[in-house]
C-alpha cells in the first residue's frame, strides 16, 4: 500500500470554494493509485479570530480552556473537507488529533507529540477512505485536548508520515523554499532542495514556510518532504537528507524574524547564582530563550541581556516581578521593536570569513546590532526593526541570495 501524507495550510481552506478545491487536489493523488491521509489547519483566520475572542474575556486566558477553544477551528476544517470529498464520490472520514491516535505531552499551547497510534488510521486506509486528520492538537495523558504551538499542523503531518513511513507533502501558499522571503526582498531565489539540518535552521530562525518540529522529525525519521503552491503543480522544494553536492553553496538561505523582544536586566551583582536564578525562573514559567549577552562585571556589576517571543510577554512580566523580590537593586529594560536577521548555510562549516563579510556589511551601512549567536551554520544578529529592509536588501544582494 503506497501512502502519501498531503498538508493544507489555513490559506489553502480558508474558503469554502477553496476547500473543494483541494479536495479535487486530493482526489488527484488518490487517482495515481496512492492511499491519502490529509492534514488541515482552521480555515483561514479561524485560530487568531479565537484568541481575539478569549483575549476580549481576559489578557491571559486560561491554558488548558485556550486549548479547548482552539481545538475547534480544525475540526470545522476537517469536516467540512471530508463532506467535499464525499460529495465528489470519494469515502472519507474526519479525525480529530485525539481520534487520530495523537499522544502530546507537555504545557497547554505549547504541547509536543510524543506517540502516534496510526491502528485506526490505517485502518480506514485499508478501507479506502481518505483520512482527513485535525493539525495542531492531540491528547495528554489526563485526557485533556491540547494544541502543539504555532506551526503545529506541520509538526502533525511528518509526525503521521513518520509512523506511516511515506513522504509528506506540505502545500502552501507559496511555490517553495526561497533564499530569503519574496515579500522581503522580491529578487529571491527559490531553492529545489535543501538539507534538514539546513531547514530546520531556517525555520527555527523565522523562516515561516515550514515548522522546525516538523523538520526535526523529518531529519530523525528520513521522511522526505515536499513543499509546494497549493493552487497548481508548480515546482517545488524537497527537503531531504544531507549530500555532498549542498556544500557547493556557502550561504543557503537568509531569515527575518519579527516577533521578537528584548529584556535588559542591569545592575545585577556578579554571582553565578543570581544569573541562574533568572533563567532558572523563565524556564520554570516555560519562557524559550533564545538569544543571551552579559556584559564583563564591572565593580561587581554585569548587565544581562536576552531575546524571547513577544508571544511571551505577559508571562515575561510577570516572572520580573517575581525576580526583582529576589535579587536587590536590579532595573529592567524591555524593548519590543527587536528584529533578528539570520545567515544559514552548510557549507559555512569548512568556508571562513562569512562573519567578517557581514560584519562589514553592517558597519559599511550604519546598521548597529545588539546581540550576535552562531552556529556551525548560522549566524544571528538582533537589530532595531527599523534596519530591518536595509539589512535584508543589502544582505540579499551581497551574498547572492
Known amino acids: ?40 489547519s482552521a480555515m483561514g483566520k479561524t485560530t487568531d479570530n479565537l484568541i481575539n475572542m478569549s483575549k476580549e474575556i ?17 475540526q470545522m476544517s476537517i469536516s467540512l473537507l471530508s463532506m467535499a470529498l464525499e460529495a465528489e464520490g470519494y469515502k472519507s472520514i474526519s479525525l480529530t488529533g485525539f481520534q487520530a491516535g495523537i499522544k502530546t505531552q507537555g504545557i497547554h499551547t505549547k504541547n509536543k507529540i ?31 485536548i491540547t494544541t502543539l504551538g504555532r506551526g503545529g499542523s506541520d509538526t502533525t503531518a511528518v509526525a503521521i508520515a513518520a509512523k506511516l513511513k511515506c513522504p509528506c507533502k506540505i502545500y502552501t501558499d507559496v511555490d517553495g523554499i526561497y533564499s530569503i522571503d519574496p515579500r522581503v526582498y522580491k529578487e529571491a531565489k527559490k531553492i529545489d532542495y535543501i538539507s534538514y539540518e539546513e531547514m530546520m535552521e531556517m525555520a527555527s530562525l523565522g523562516a515561516g514556510v515550514m515548522d522546525a518540529r516538523a523538520v526535526e522529525i523529518g531529519c ?19 527537503i531531504k537528507e544531507y549530500d555532498e553536492r549542498m556544500e557547493e553553496r556557502v550561504i543557503t538561505g537568509l531569515t527575518i524574524s519579527e516577533n521578537n523582544l528584548m529584556i535588559t536586566i542591569n545592575n545585577v551583582l556578579f554571582k553565578s547564582n543570581n544569573i541562574a536564578t533568572i533563567f532558572e525562573r523563565l524556564a520554570q514559567n516555560f519562557i524559550n530563550i533564545d538569544m543571551i549577552s552579559q556584559t564583563a562585571p564591572a565593580n561587581g556589576y554585569v548587565n544581562v541581556s536576552f531575546t524571547a517571543s ?56 550604519n546598521i548597529e546590532f545588539k546581540q550576535v549567536t552562531t552556529s556551525e551554520i ?13 539589512a535584508a536588501n543589502i544582505l540579499a544582494k551581497e551574498l547572492n541570495l
Open 1 to 40: 500500500m503506497n501512502i502519501v501524507v498531503q498538508k493544507y495550510g489555513g490559506t489553502s481552506v480558508g474558503s469554502i470554494e477553496k476547500i473543494k478545491f483541494v479536495a479535487r487536489r486530493v482526489i488527484n493523488e488518490k487517482e495515481k493509485g496512492n492511499e491519502v491521509v490529509v492534514v488541515v
Open 58 to 74: 481576559c489578557n491571559n486566558p486560561n491554558k488548558r480552556e485556550l486549548d479547548m477553544l482552539l481545538s475547534t477551528g480544525e
Open 114 to 144: 510524543a506517540d502516534i497510534d496510526v491502528r485506526k488510521v490505517k485502518k480506514y486506509l485499508q478501507e479506502g477512505k481518505i483520512v482527513v486528520v485535525a493539525g495542531f492538537q492531540g491528547i495528554n495523558e489526563d485526557g485533556d
Open 220 to 238: 530523525k525519521y528520513n521522511v522526505p518532504i515536499y513543499v509546494s503552491l497549493n493552487t497548481g503543480d508548480v515546482k517545488g522544494t524537497w
Open 310 to 365: 513577544k508571544d511571551d510577554l505577559e508571562t515575561i512580566k510577570d516572572v520580573i516581578t517575581k525576580i526583582k523580590d529576589e535579587i536587590l537593586g536590579i532595573n529592567i529594560s524591555v524593548e519590543l521593536n527587536i528584529t533578528k536577521v539570520s545567515v544559514i548555510g552548510i557549507g559555512m562549516m569548512n568556508q571562513s570569513g562569512v562573519t567578517a563579510k557581514v560584519f562589514k556589511i553592517f558597519a559599511e551601512n
Open 378 to 390: 548560522s549566524i544571528s544578529f538582533a537589530i532595531d526593526s527599523k534596519d530591518k529592509q536595509k
